[in-house]
């Protein structure tokens, strides 16, 4: 089956212009969390600041095989271990548009073991994964596509810290993994961390800057071939995401989610971002600690096609949550608020403040055609047209008009089409 990321990446590389918007779901946390990774049951509490009471790791497959039978997503980024599991042993992506992803390597910064102190230190490159088990599941995969059964996609992680020793290893790791990626056919996106402890700090009005100059200066050298399909980033404020893609619109920049924050948190960040040229958002714990997962993704994509504003998306994912007898984890009010907290791993907080969205954007995003999939509340069916006792404007292919709706209507929209009305 054709993947979407595939579609929508030759769409962005054709058109400066192109709408098209990859979502993924970093189901990798067991590679920095351990048992803490897979959250709690009670959807009530967040697992980020909780003891005991985990999920296990069968439940957490199971929540990655809703996700993907869902079929809103891009990618699925994995483990490798979750990745044979799902990827090679049970088929999971062979009758999906999603494509499955591994976490390729795993520098020290994300190692967050309950009182551990890594996290502080310099972040140091290493790998657990090795590329050949991603693949398909052995050390020295066959030649032909047949055994090749895995995921050949990755997620490769830097971290600069600004002193030049330790950014050398840093840049000496990615190179070794570029050769190898290279040579075996396999792809890679590239997140480039914000600095976890800085040798010499760098000031907060230079540090997209920073950011942007380390992803050209390291891609400059690199040819076609061993460059990353897109980028994961830190969202930096509408300066710096503009200054990326004015600069290379081949870069495709994405932005990480960081931790859980408010729902507004999640649903601002993706809207702004997307409005100053972001191509890719992939959220994790925003997601994994959401009260139901599978609205909570359906409502990123309604935002990412421009099917719907923040605050409406807000507003009706209360209204989904009530309707399935879930008791959200704050007021309506409460998870109205923009607190948007770009958290490291280690738990260090740099706050990216919000400015308003260009008009010229956000008139695109409220007329954009309601064309993506819109799957029921519980995860199952499909379609683009509207409930059909609702009184909606609608195109002439019966399809519903967002551009003619008002917010009010918008709400009432989604709360029908979910079976809340």
């Not at 702004?272 to 993704?297: T, V």
């Not at 919000?354 to 008009?359: E, G, R, V, Y």
Request: glycine letters at 8%.
């Amino acid at each position: 089956m054709e993947k979407s990321l595939d579609k929508k990446l030759a769409e962005i590389h054709a058109d400066p212009n192109s709408k098209a918007f990859i979502l993924a779901d970093a189901k990798d946390a067991d590679m920095a969390f351990g048992i803490r990774a897979t959250g709690r049951p009670d959807a009530a509490r967040s697992p980020e600041h909780a003891d005991g009471g985990y999920r296990s790791i069968e439940e957490y497959r199971e929540q990655i095989r809703a996700n993907v039978a869902q079929g809103l997503l891009d990618i699925m980024l994995m483990s490798v271990s979750n990745n044979e599991i799902l990827t090679i042993n049970d088929r999971l992506f062979d009758n999906s548009a999603i494509t499955p992803a591994v976490r390729a390597n795993d520098t020290t910064d994300i190692h967050s073991a309950r009182g551990s102190t890594y996290g502080k230190q310099p972040a140091l490159p290493f790998r657990t994964a090795l590329l050949d088990h991603a693949l398909c599941g052995r050390l020295a995969c066959e030649e032909g596509a047949a055994e090749r059964r895995g995921a050949d996609l990755g997620l490769y992680s830097i971290t600069f810290n600004n002193d030049v020793h330790l950014d050398q290893r840093t840049l000496e790791g990615y190179r070794q993994f570029r050769v190898e990626a290279e040579s075996k056919g396999f792809r890679h996106f590239l997140e480039v961390f914000d600095p976890n402890a800085p040798i010499t700090p760098i000031p907060d009005e230079l540090l997209g800057g920073f950011i942007n100059d380390q992803i050209v200066r390291t891609l400059a050298g690199v040819a076609s071939p061993g460059r990353p399909i897109f980028l994961k980033i830190v969202y930096h404020g509408p300066k710096f995401m503009e200054e990326l893609t004015n600069y290379d619109r081949h870069l495709v920049p994405g932005i990480l989610g960081g931790a859980s924050g408010t729902t507004y948190d999640a649903f601002k960040l993706l809207a702004e971002a997307k409005a100053h040229g972001a191509k890719a958002a992939l959220f994790g714990r925003k997601i994994n600690n959401a009260e139901h997962q599978l609205s909570f993704i359906q409502f990123l994509r309604y935002i990412a096609d421009g099917q719907a504003s923040p605050e409406e998306a807000v507003r009706a994912y209360h209204g989904v949550l009530q309707g399935l007898g879930l008791r959200p984890q704050r007021t309506l009010e409460e998870d109205m608020q923009l607190t948007n907290p770009a958290v490291s791993y280690s738990g260090s907080t740099r706050v990216t403040s919000f400015s308003p969205a260009k008009k010229t954007a956000k008139r695109q995003a409220t007329a954009a055609p309601a064309s993506s999939s819109v799957p029921s509340g519980q995860g199952s069916g499909r379609g683009d047209s509207a409930p059909k006792d609702a009184k909606f404007p609608t195109k002439p292919d019966g399809s519903p008009d967002f551009s003619k709706m008002s917010s009010q209507q918008r709400v009432e929209y989604h709360r029908q089409r979910l079976g809340m009305a």
